[in-house]
């Protein structure tokens, strides 16, 4: 079976993924946690942490589609999370809990928005959150810790993280940002990252009841608003985002 290798060099000493530990955390994951999960994940043949990084051979899905319907994804990181709800943190005490490397990620926020506040295609509402956000990634990170039950979540649950297969069969790739958190953690950043604002109130539907995805948008929405500030200036790729943002600005206020 045609292989794919992830190889990882050690994170920059300092850096969110060196103090988030993400590389060894996926290795981790595929070692203890996916032969569990009801999730489809690539099949890993082969892992390993040197001292010149980790090291994964993997199944190769790269003739899959990319991407996957967001109605049915809903569907199955809900029933995952249920499974996984009071029972992830004792099995796999080592994942790490939302908080951790929060002074770096709300350095990084003030110091982007800064930048990212002059954009013109930045629509009011956009602009307002935004602004309601520099000073406060803290406690938005921290409100987001004390929110509902933990879980098992994927952590960057956006559908550039997933494939499907030609019978309809998804596949969860990425599991470096793998933690404990409520499972509105995996909805909010789908949401976000993923999701035409017409369709958010069907995907919400096929999660099931989601009581704590208000409090944990914020959060999601200071990460949303980093990832723009990468993008060209009135791409197509801004453009729906900022409306992807501008639908979560919608919610909140």
């Not at 996957?68 to 994942?95: F, K, N, Q, T, Y």
């Amino acid at each position: 079976m045609k292989e794919f290798v992830k190889r990882r060099t050690p994170a920059l000493a300092g850096s969110i993924p060196a103090v988030l530990d993400m590389f060894r955390s996926e290795v981790r994951f595929y070692r203890e946690i996916a032969p569990h999960l009801s999730l489809r994940v690539p099949q890993c043949y082969a892992s390993s942490e040197e001292a010149d990084g980790t090291r994964l051979v993997l199944e190769d899905l790269s003739h899959w589609e990319p991407g996957a319907d967001p109605i049915r994804v809903a569907e199955l990181v809900a029933d995952h999370h249920r499974r996984w709800e009071g029972a992830a943190e004792g099995r796999w005490p080592w994942l790490r809990r939302v908080g951790a490397a929060v002074d770096l990620i709300a350095a990084l926020f003030d110091r982007t928005w800064t930048q990212l506040e002059a954009r013109p295609d930045l629509r009011p509402a956009v602009r307002r959150l935004g602004e309601s956000l520099v000073g406060r990634i803290t406690e938005v990170e921290w409100a987001e810790a004390g929110t509902g039950a933990l879980t098992l979540v994927h952590g960057d649950c956006a559908t550039g993280n997933l494939r499907t297969s030609p019978d309809g069969e998804i596949v969860f790739l990425d599991w470096e940002d793998v933690r404990l958190a409520s499972g509105a953690v995996d909805l909010a950043w789908l949401l976000i990252t993923s999701v035409e604002p017409g369709r958010w109130d069907d995907v919400r539907a096929a999660y099931g009841p989601c009581p704590d995805l208000l409090s944990v948008l914020p959060c999601a929405a200071s990460q949303g608003l980093l990832g723009l500030a990468g993008l060209e200036e009135g791409s197509g790729a801004a453009v729906a985002l900022v409306g992807r943002l501008e639908a979560c600005a919608d919610r909140l206020f």
